[in-house]
């Protein structure tokens, strides 16, 4: 029950914050510094969160078979390839680098 209430409580904080973000006068957002601000505030949150989903596991670094799918992954992105195509490569480098190691 405390689970809901959490999951509750955090997509009303989300939405709150989304139609506050409706609310703020445009003369505020219309500087360039705010949304260069909020275009790296993205980056460092992406990698933030992969480095805490790709390199830990139980609060510990650890070096499996992600490391090298996500290094599969940059490339193809870097090569243009689609998103989708890229997620499915990584994933199945992943599953047979676990298969045989």
Same mark, same amino acid.
């Given at each position: 029950?405390?689970? !809901?209430i959490g999951? !509750?409580? /955090?997509?009303a #904080? @989300?939405f709150?914050?989304?139609?506050?973000?409706y609310?703020?006068?445009? =003369?505020? *957002?219309d500087?360039? =510094?705010?949304?260069?601000? %909020?275009? !790296?505030l993205?980056?460092?949150?992406l %990698?933030a969160?992969?480095?805490? &989903?790709g $390199?830990?596991?139980?609060s &510990?670094v @650890? $070096?499996?078979?992600?490391?090298?799918? *996500?290094?599969?992954a %940059?490339?193809? !992105?870097? *090569? =243009?390839?689609?998103?989708?195509?890229?997620?499915a #490569? %990584?994933?199945?480098? /992943? #599953?047979v680098? =676990?298969?045989?190691?």
């Open positions: 029950m405390s689970v !809901l999951i !509750l409580f /955090a997509s #904080a @989300v709150s914050w989304k139609i506050i973000g609310l703020i006068p445009e =003369r505020y *957002l500087h360039g =510094r705010v949304k260069n601000i %909020a275009t !790296l993205t980056i460092a949150l %990698a969160l992969v480095g805490v &989903q $390199f830990t596991t139980s &510990q @650890v $070096f499996d078979a992600r490391i090298p799918a *996500l290094i599969f %940059a490339v193809l !992105l870097k *090569l =243009r390839a689609p998103f989708i195509v890229t997620v #490569a %990584a994933a199945a480098l /992943a #599953a680098i =676990r298969f045989f190691f």
